[in-house]
């Protein structure tokens, strides 16, 4: 009996050390899972010099949904899981993000990211689908529903950019003058960040947390050259919400610091069929702080459109 407790402390203390050891292995494990149990499996795609790296499951009507400014696919999986029961589901790493390329010397503007995505999304699924982006993602969502109307059955706005709220948040005010507080700057920066996006910030575990804040590093270069690109363009979505045709969910965070709620009356005033869904006790990513609520109160606006 002493022997066999002694092999059992041995094999705990190598898990545990594994798990500090080598948390890159461990947080693919733990991705991998997590993208089984939601019932998306990873593929990858070449359109024209970008590999897209994406996550897909489910069947039925394709629902395609786009990750925010420094953010990834994998920020939907919680999310998703409720979906992909009676729903197609197709969440790529926007190009330069996640898996995606990342090409410096190639630009990401406005019409360039369109140009792609929308290969993209012919690509992968050449019929009539629903669309749906967060943050940067939203205003992504929002522009191809105004570019390409006859190929969006819906659109779902969460706290989606591309709009000038009523009111400038401390952040807005903040970039407006040339800063990026959305970016991590090091690794004790943590905290501010999931403080700004989260009014709850989920808890983490520790390979996951250390690889996210490893890539966030890596990336800063690219985060900075993609907001310069994007920027000159980053409110041109307002003026053109009365040419969306689709059906709109525009669903927000009550206490997002990043992009301020009076963004709502805004997207209210220009679109033309839409149902609004404020969330308390949330913050700029609803689908990841709180992913059941969000994914019901989507799915009961999908439910109402007919095809």
């Avoid at 733990?30 to 970008?50: F, P, V």
């Avoid at 804040?213 to 000159?232: M, T, V």
Wanted: charged share 20%; net charge positive.
């Amino acid at each position: 009996m002493k022997k066999i407790l002694i092999v059992l402390l041995i094999l705990i203390m190598a898990v545990v050390a594994g798990y500090y050891t080598f948390p890159e292995r461990v947080a693919g494990y733990m991705l991998d899972l997590a993208r089984s149990n939601a019932g998306l499996t990873q593929k990858e795609i070449k359109i024209d010099d970008h590999n897209i790296v994406y996550l897909e499951g489910g069947k039925g009507e394709t629902i395609l949904l786009l990750h925010g400014y420094t953010a990834e696919k994998d920020n939907w999986l919680q999310f998703a899981a409720y979906l992909t029961k009676d729903y197609h589901v197709v969440i790529p790493d926007i190009p330069g993000y996640g898996e995606s390329s990342q090409l410096m010397d190639a630009s990401y503007n406005l019409s360039n990211q369109m140009f792609r995505l929308h290969k993209f999304a012919q690509a992968v699924n050449p019929k009539k689908f629903h669309i749906v982006g967060n943050s940067m993602g939203g205003f992504f969502a929002g522009t191809y529903a105004v570019r390409y109307p006859d190929e969006i059955i819906s659109l779902g706005l969460f706290d989606a950019g591309g709009v000038m709220p009523l009111e400038k948040n401390v952040i807005m005010k903040m970039m407006g003058k040339g800063e990026n507080p959305i970016v991590l700057k090091n690794s004790g920066d943590w905290p501010r960040i999931m403080g700004l996006v989260f009014v709850n910030p989920p808890s983490l575990p520790y390979p996951l947390k250390k690889v996210f804040i490893q890539k966030a590093l890596a990336n800063r270069n690219f985060y900075e050259k993609a907001l310069k690109e994007i920027k000159p363009d980053f409110f041109s979505l307002e003026k053109n919400l009365p040419k969306i045709k689709a059906p709109t969910l525009i669903l927000w965070g009550d206490q997002d610091k990043i992009l301020d709620i009076s963004s709502v009356p805004v997207f209210e005033k220009g679109l033309k069929n839409h149902k609004t869904v404020i969330m308390k006790d949330c913050g700029h990513v609803p689908q990841v702080e709180k992913p059941k609520e969000t994914a019901m109160h989507y799915l009961d606006f999908i439910k109402t459109i007919k095809n």
